[in-house]
């Protein structure tokens, strides 16, 4: 599988190899990626993550993400890391945008 783009709060941009049904938290996790996370189950929002580039590639947005998330934020393209999986190749940027 091709790589995605990571961006941390910090806007460290870190390219990794996309694995398919791993969320973005644990992608991260495994590649030493500071993404933060409390819960993993769309509750504590610590993941909160912007799309930059390539949503269409990823997963439907979740019902814990519409629960916890605000109508406007996912109108612009905010997500939860803990939720997001990658389902297609492609190009694909997502940046860390907590709270
Ligand atoms: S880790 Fe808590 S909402 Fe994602």
Redesign the pocket.
């Known amino acids: 599988m091709k790589e995605l783009t990571l961006v941390t709060k910090l806007g460290e941009s870190h390219e990794v190899i996309i694995e398919k049904n791993m969320t973005i938290?644990k992608l991260a996790k495994k590649n030493k990626i500071q993404w933060?996370?409390?819960?993993?189950?769309?509750?504590?929002?610590?993941?909160?993550t912007k799309v930059l580039e390539g949503a269409e590639f990823l997963n439907e947005v979740t019902k814990?993400e519409k629960l916890?998330l605000k109508k406007a934020e996912r109108q612009d393209h905010y997500r939860?890391?803990?939720?997001i999986q990658v389902q297609e190749e492609g190009p694909v940027r997502l940046w860390h945008v907590p709270y």
């Open positions: 938290v933060g996370h409390a819960c993993e189950r769309g509750i504590c929002a610590q993941c909160r814990e916890r939860l890391g803990c939720q």
